[in-house]
T-cell receptor, first 114, second 116 residues
């Protein structure tokens, strides 16, 4: 079946460094992707999104890259801060017989080392 | 704007009892609300989608008689876990959208359910 997966379950980064979180997806029909941040005991928080007609989108300290050729998505966080420590999920949206469905990846835990 | 509130944030109940979780959109009218379940160190799994005034649509494998969803108004949806068992212990998260799109939904803070 279709799946969304992450290459690394955990990632530790020194404070101030940049971090890259990767995500692979297999549904070629996916046309919209979202990155969420989830802190312990809280619901997911929207970070940034990208549509399939784009290959890059930038926000504040974050950049999402989309490579449709290899079905790969990445989230880059610049100048990481302690508050960036959380689990990050990618999610893909694909219309399935006219019904949209948001599928979440397994998550990567990012730990910022002071 | 776009605040979604869940209540309670934590609940412990005895096996065999029922527990109700509320999801409220505080500053917008939610056409659609979504309920997810998340096991420890795992991803979010969609349980059901509810539209105001109509029956919820459940995902495959989710027991509709066990997880009762009511979307009585444009700002409130409730999930009732009936006859709870320890295996129902999980983190339940709702999201609310002004439209029918999953992708435009905002998430609540989640409810940690522990069944003892």
């Amino acid at each position: 079946g279709e799946s969304v997966g992450l290459h690394l379950p955990t990632l530790s980064v020194q404070e101030g460094d940049n971090s890259i979180i990767n995500c692979a997806y297999s549904n070629s029909a996916s046309d919209y992707f979202i990155w969420y941040k989830q802190e312990s005991g809280k619901g997911p928080q929207f970070i940034i999104d990208i549509r399939s007609n784009m290959d890059k989108r930038q926000g504040q300290r974050v950049t999402v890259l989309l490579n449709k050729t290899v079905k790969h998505l990445s989230l880059q966080i610049a100048a990481t801060q302690p508050g960036d420590s959380a689990v990050y999920f990618c999610a893909e949206n694909a219309a399935n017989f006219g019904n949209e469905k948001l599928t979440f990846g397994t998550g990567t835990r990012l730990t910022i080392i002071p | 704007g776009a605040v979604v509130s869940q209540h309670p944030s934590r609940v412990i109940c005895k096996s065999g009892t029922s527990v109700k979780i509320e999801c409220r959109s505080l500053d917008f009218q939610a056409t659609t609300m979504f309920w997810y379940r998340q096991f420890p160190k795992q991803s979010l799994m969609l349980m059901a989608t509810s539209n105001e005034g109509s029956k919820a649509t459940y995902e495959q494998g989710v027991e509709k008689d066990k997880f009762l969803i009511n979307h009585a108004s444009l700002t409130l949806s409730t999930l009732t876990v009936t006859s709870a068992h320890p295996e129902d212990s999980s983190f339940y998260i709702c999201s609310a959208s002004k439209t029918v799109r999953y992708t435009e939904a905002f998430f609540g803070q989640g409810t940690r359910l522990t069944v003892v």
